[in-house]
Nanobody, 115 residues
Framework: QVQLVESGGGLVQPGGSLRLSCAGS????????MGWYRQAPGKQREWVVS???????TYADSMKGRFAIGRDNAKNEVYLQMTSLKPEDTAIYYC?????????WGQGTQVTVSS
């Protein structure tokens, strides 16, 4: 059974940083294209960043320079390092894994940016 489990969310002040992790089980995440998405209250889920199995990264424009995606293959994880956080970054953050027709989602982790 494939599972993706996000962790690392929480409450942070504007300008602060958080590191989210997405741990995979039942799959080897290094063989998948991995992505982070987020969904703010009352809004549709939006794409944040992706990393291919080959290591190519792509970012949504509003995240460039603030967010960084990476892999920790030893832990079978993908992480999202977020800096200079803004209140509008408040959302539930989800990771996904894609390979061919297979798509898997995690359950999400809440990030709240507030003073």
């Amino acid at each position: 059974q494939v599972q993706l489990v996000e962790s690392g969310g929480g409450l942070v002040q504007p300008g602060g940083s958080l590191r989210l992790s997405c741990a995979g089980s039942g799959i080897i995440t290094s063989g998948y294209n991995m992505g982070w998405y987020r969904q703010a209250p009352g809004k549709q889920r939006e794409w944040v960043v992706s990393i291919t199995s080959g290591g190519v990264t792509t970012y949504a424009d509003s995240m460039k320079g603030r967010f960084a995606i990476g892999r920790d293959n030893a832990k079978n994880e993908v992480y999202l390092q977020m800096t200079s956080l803004k209140p509008e970054d408040t959302a539930i953050y989800y990771c996904n894994a894609v390979r061919g027709n297979a798509i898997y989602w995690g359950q999400g982790t809440q990030v709240t940016v507030s003073s």
